[in-house]
């Protein structure tokens, strides 16, 4: 059980167009869902966190215009990385919990992003 | 602010040699202490916990405990397999929110 799953695995897209990631939970109902960048190397570096219907909460030096979330449904939430350049570049992973008292997240196996 | 501090890495071990990789954290109060493995190609999967101080928490053979006098977490395995061969993050909780170290890279050999 608490399998997320994320779309794609890997995507290139070219400088200046936006790409959307999708993170889903597939047998239970995240309440809250976060999205995190890893760089090659280093540690995971929380960008937002989502609760299903309400505006995402950006860490400190995340673009919000940039870095677009959207958490429609309890088992859905999506990254848009809008007008992408090369710095966007990174792995970009999702976590997910079930809330109602578990606070364990379970992350997704991450979208590799290559902006050219 | 929160951090956690993690060996550098990649360790490189023999099939049945005793692990331990070093984590401490700054912290203020006594957050919850996580170990997450990422094998290749997977994501994060929660290795142990320690909710507050001298918990151990322990899983697969491995083992941390949670000590507030010297603010660690020490990742300790007594005999390491080939499939052990991932990356281990050290983690705190604040929150509801994760806060990584680094994370090492473990390569067991046969």
């Known amino acids: 059980g608490a399998v997320v799953s994320q779309h794609p695995s890997w995507v290139i897209c070219k400088s200046g167009t936006s790409v959307k990631i999708e993170c889903r939970s597939l047998?239970?109902?995240?309440?809250?869902m976060f999205w995190y960048r890893q760089f090659p190397k280093q540690s995971l570096m929380l960008m937002a966190t989502?609760?299903?219907?309400?505006?995402?909460?950006?860490e400190q030096g995340v673009e919000k215009d940039k870095f677009l979330i959207n958490h429609a449904s309890l088992t859905l939430s999506t990254l848009t990385v809008t007008s992408a350049h090369p710095e966007d570049s990174s792995f970009y992973i999702c976590?997910?919990?079930?809330?109602?008292?578990?606070?364990?997240?379970?992350f997704g196996p991450g979208t590799r992003l290559t902006v050219t | 602010g929160d951090s956690v501090t993690q060996m550098e890495g990649p360790v490189t071990l023999s099939e049945e040699a005793c692990l331990t990789i070093?984590?401490?954290?700054?912290?203020?109060?006594?957050?919850?202490l996580f170990w997450y493995v990422q094998y290749p190609g997977e994501g994060l999967q929660l290795l142990l916990k320690?909710?507050?101080?001298?918990d151990k928490g322990s899983n697969k053979g491995f083992e941390a405990t949670y000590r507030k006098e010297t603010t660690s977490f020490h990742l300790e395995k007594g005999s390491v397999q080939v499939s052990d061969s991932a990356v281990y993050f050290c983690?705190?909780?604040?929150?509801?929110?994760?806060?990584f170290g680094q994370g090492t890279e473990l390569s067991v050999k046969p």
């Open positions: 320690a909710t507050k101080a001298d």
């Open positions: 976590s997910a919990t079930p809330g109602q008292g578990s606070y364990e997240q379970y």
């Open positions: 070093n984590c401490t954290y700054t912290a203020t109060g006594y957050p919850s």
């Open positions: 983690a705190l909780s604040r929150g509801g929110k994760l806060i």
């Open positions: 047998d239970f109902q995240a309440t809250t």
């Open positions: 989502s609760n299903e219907g309400s505006k995402a909460t950006y």
